[in-house]
């Protein structure tokens, strides 16, 4: 298995800086996720490691040995990609094969890794069969096995779920991370699903514009969103973000005071809608709209300060829609953020006005 680092890596094409400086170290044996939006360069950094793409400046490293030059068919590197690739005309025991042949693997030995990679994802006895004759779910474990048997020092996933639907996406995500587990091949998955990310991910590099906004465990981004950018984009039913300004220990939003601590200035509160409750005292408000999800119910409620989501536990809507009700909230679990740098301002809190 492999160590990564990346050294002061720059990626343009043409006039085009798709990534501007990135430093990232990954450790043997770790599952890493490289989460964010489309255009914010974590394929291009899933590419600069299979060595598709070279970097324009910085090094690559592998287990300490910079590999700028060395070619993707040297690098022993693994790759998953979102459709697959598999070759149509072939078996699935030839598509598993495949990559054996460039290594002039002997032919014994090949036989025996195509089945132990094709019995590690549960493919074995789809081995006669071509692509056209599998379900995407088959097809997602043989492209899996293609990059297993290689035996990789690194394991590139992008988007490897994105086709699958929603039962068989949940279930591969338990398979692939006990697989990982299995195996301690370093991984990195590449996804714009928070879920993927947090779920399978020992740690998430969230990324923004080509450069690493936060890294941290799947529990760090979420709690503690170093800036607005992860609050925003990690947690579902997304945040509630209101503007204010912080003044003697006061932040005043729409004319509602909230007390604060540690801000001052323009300051973005964040509270999350699994932390807000329907309460007898706080934030007075009307439900506007009531969105049952399952195991829980939606409610967004207008406000002075505008629309706040309120998740609450529960299959059944306990409140009907028009009913006056108050927003509650732990001062705790509260976020604020500089409103110009947008960046966490550390030990700061809010709480719900007095009634």
Not at 51 to 68: A, Q, R
Not at 302 to 316: A, C, F, P, V
Not at 326 to 340: I, K, N, R, Y
Request: with cysteine.
């Amino acid at each position: 298995m492999a160590s990564i680092e990346f050294r002061k890596i720059t990626k343009r094409f043409g006039d085009v800086e798709v990534i501007p400086d990135m430093d990232l170290d990954i450790a043997d044996g770790e599952f890493v996720a490289l989460l964010g939006p489309s255009g914010c360069g974590k394929s291009t950094s899933l590419l600069l490691l299979a060595g598709i793409y070279l970097p324009s400046t910085g090094d690559l490293l592998f287990d300490g040995h910079v590999v700028n030059d060395v070619e993707a068919k040297d690098r022993n590197v693994g790759i998953v990609f979102q459709s697959y690739a598999l070759y149509p005309h072939m078996t699935v025991r030839d598509n598993i094969m495949f990559p054996l042949r460039f290594k002039k693997t002997p032919r014994e030995e090949a036989i025996r890794r195509v089945n132990e990679a094709a019995a590690l994802v549960q493919v074995g006895d789809l081995l006669d069969r071509r692509p056209g004759q599998l379900s995407g779910g088959q097809q997602q474990r043989v492209a899996l096995a293609r990059a297993l048997v290689k035996q990789p020092q690194l394991l590139l996933l992008d988007e490897p779920l994105s086709n699958l639907d929603a039962t068989l996406r949940l279930s591969m995500r338990t398979e692939i991370k006990s697989l990982q587990d299995e195996l301690g091949v370093t991984t990195i998955l590449v996804t714009h699903d928070q879920i993927e990310a947090t779920t399978m991910a020992d740690r998430i590099i969230c990324m923004r514009a080509g450069r690493i906004e936060q890294a941290g465990t799947p529990d760090d981004l979420y709690a503690r969103p170093s800036s607005l950018f992860v609050a925003s984009f990690i947690g579902s039913p997304p945040i509630n973000l209101v503007e204010g300004k912080a003044v003697n220990g006061t932040v005043d939003v729409s004319g509602i005071g909230f007390p604060a601590t540690g801000a001052t200035g323009a300051v973005t509160i964040g509270l999350r809608p699994e932390h807000l409750v329907v309460a007898d005292t706080g934030l007075p408000g009307r439900i506007a709209q009531i969105e049952p999800m399952g195991r829980e119910v939606l409610y967004v409620v207008s406000t002075d300060i505008g629309h706040i989501r309120i998740l609450e536990q529960g299959s059944t809507a306990g409140r009907g829609a028009g009913e006056a009700v108050h927003v509650g909230f732990d001062e705790a679990h509260s976020l604020v953020f500089d409103t110009t740098t947008e960046r966490l301002i550390p030990d700061s809190h809010v709480k719900p006005p007095a009634p």
